[in-house]
């Protein structure tokens, strides 16, 4: 079972990294470029067949390594879930 | 209007931060973890309300500055489009 798990700063968190790619973007002439923000994206690959105990291995994941949940948000995608 | 922007390695490049993130998660005590493939995640907002041009701008975005296409795909998705 494959799963994609999206990283991304909460609200109100301030993202240089996506500041910087909104000036570059502005800089080489790209129009009507508002706000940016820069996630992680992460693939993985699972042995486990039950969606139910796959999702409730990726939140324990999400929470204890792959986000920092002081300031990330993270959404869970399944195939075929 | 709004866009997200996933951004992953090609197939068959190598994704030593994904490993690493393989390894760790092993480590930690979850079972089953298979290949992780680590990539980017970025969210743009745009003036454009025009689907096509907006998708277009983007690509053209991906290709020059946001991805590197000799080793990364890249998938635009549009709010409401």
């Known amino acids: 079972m ?3 798990i999206k990283i ?3 609200t109100g968190v301030l993202d240089p ?3 910087a790619i ?5 800089q080489l002439g790209f129009d009507g470029i508002g706000d940016v923000r820069q ?14 105990k796959a999702r409730a291995a990726l939140e324990d994941m999400c929470e204890r390594v792959l986000a920092n949940t002081v300031i990330e948000n ?4 399944l195939d075929g879930a």
Do not use: C, F, N
Not at 74 to 77: G, L, N, R, S, V
């Open 8 to 10: 991304t700063l909460k």
């Open 39 to 52: 996630g992680k994206y992460i693939e993985v690959d699972l042995t486990e067949t039950d969606p139910a």
């Open 17 to 19: 990294q996506g500041k």
């Open 2 to 4: 494959k799963a994609r």
């Open 74 to 77: 993270y959404a869970i995608e």
């Open 22 to 26: 909104s000036h570059a973007l502005d």
